[in-house]
């Protein structure tokens, strides 16, 4: 099984940083933020692993990550050719890397959980997706799943709701097979422009194979200064401890 992070986009709610430097080579704790979801793929057995950026990013990973090796990892790059085309667009540049099964993390995403036992269930699936949930205290904020609990499927997800049925948000935390690439195809742009993430999991819904598993522990989208600050102090506290 191969892993995906999506490390693009302009980062335009963490800017003045942003506009000199990706920000998923931002600082948290000692290694830089894109640092934490490779480590938690190579954690959970996954070494060949794909980072999708922008194509004037390319160099700076490269040259903080090199291939992967003092990672234990196997790094591969990619570019996302269309600046602003959505997640499920930056996932479409994976196709040539995918041979099976495979996660993706956006890597502004960051956790606790070991990913290991997600990554054992979902291998033994004969097909579909998963995403993994976190129980949030704003769900306004997120795309919020409505669950079927009775067998661990997801009936809805509705983007930042007015009136959320659930407190259960979709992290950045996903597990496709290989016929995501048809559905992609199939996605048209958003009223943003875009090839949205949603639109995409809503189809594997509507097929009933969208399942899900909810995080345990620690959770944060440090894609704001507020949450980049409170990742810089969490992961700070990791290691000192």
Same mark, same amino acid.
């Given at each position: 099984m191969k892993g995906v992070i999506l490390a693009g986009g302009k980062g335009t709610r963490l800017e003045p940083f942003t506009k000199i430097i990706n920000k998923h080579l931002l600082p948290v704790g000692s290694h830089p933020m894109i640092y934490w979801p490779i480590i938690s793929l190579v954690r959970a057995g996954i070494e060949d692993i794909l980072i999708i950026t922008n194509e004037e990013d390319v160099n700076e990973f490269k040259t903080v990550f090199g291939n992967g090796k003092d990672l234990q990892a196997r790094l591969s790059f990619a570019v996302q050719k269309e600046s602003g085309g959505g997640i499920a667009n930056a996932i479409k540049c994976a196709k040539d890397f995918i041979d099976d099964k495979f996660i993706v993390l956006l890597g502004d995403n960051l956790f606790d959980d070991d990913l290991k036992p997600y990554v054992e269930e979902y291998k033994g699936e004969k097909k579909g997706a998963k995403v993994l949930l976190k129980d949030v205290k704003d769900p306004e904020r997120?795309?919020?799943?409505?669950? =079927?609990? $009775? =067998?661990?499927?997801?009936?809805?997800?509705?983007?930042?709701?007015? =009136?959320?049925? $659930?407190?259960?948000?979709?992290?950045?935390?996903?597990?496709?097979?290989?016929?995501?690439f048809d559905l992609i195809e199939t996605l048209q742009p958003s009223s943003r422009g875009e090839l949205e993430i949603t639109d995409l999991n809503n189809l594997y819904i509507c097929r009933n194979e969208l399942k899900y598993n909810i995080l345990k522990g620690w959770w944060q989208d440090a894609g704001t200064h507020k949450s980049l600050f409170e990742a810089n102090k969490h992961f700070f506290d990791k290691e000192t401890k």
């Amino acid at each position: 099984m191969k892993g995906v992070i999506l490390a693009g986009g302009k980062g335009t709610r963490l800017e003045p940083f942003t506009k000199i430097i990706n920000k998923h080579l931002l600082p948290v704790g000692s290694h830089p933020m894109i640092y934490w979801p490779i480590i938690s793929l190579v954690r959970a057995g996954i070494e060949d692993i794909l980072i999708i950026t922008n194509e004037e990013d390319v160099n700076e990973f490269k040259t903080v990550f090199g291939n992967g090796k003092d990672l234990q990892a196997r790094l591969s790059f990619a570019v996302q050719k269309e600046s602003g085309g959505g997640i499920a667009n930056a996932i479409k540049c994976a196709k040539d890397f995918i041979d099976d099964k495979f996660i993706v993390l956006l890597g502004d995403n960051l956790f606790d959980d070991d990913l290991k036992p997600y990554v054992e269930e979902y291998k033994g699936e004969k097909k579909g997706a998963k995403v993994l949930l976190k129980d949030v205290k704003d769900p306004e904020r997120y795309g919020i799943a409505m669950l =079927n609990e $009775s =067998n661990h499927s997801i009936i809805s997800i509705t983007e930042k709701p007015k =009136n959320p049925v $659930s407190t259960f948000c979709v992290t950045g935390i996903y597990f496709y097979d290989k016929n995501v690439f048809d559905l992609i195809e199939t996605l048209q742009p958003s009223s943003r422009g875009e090839l949205e993430i949603t639109d995409l999991n809503n189809l594997y819904i509507c097929r009933n194979e969208l399942k899900y598993n909810i995080l345990k522990g620690w959770w944060q989208d440090a894609g704001t200064h507020k949450s980049l600050f409170e990742a810089n102090k969490h992961f700070f506290d990791k290691e000192t401890k």
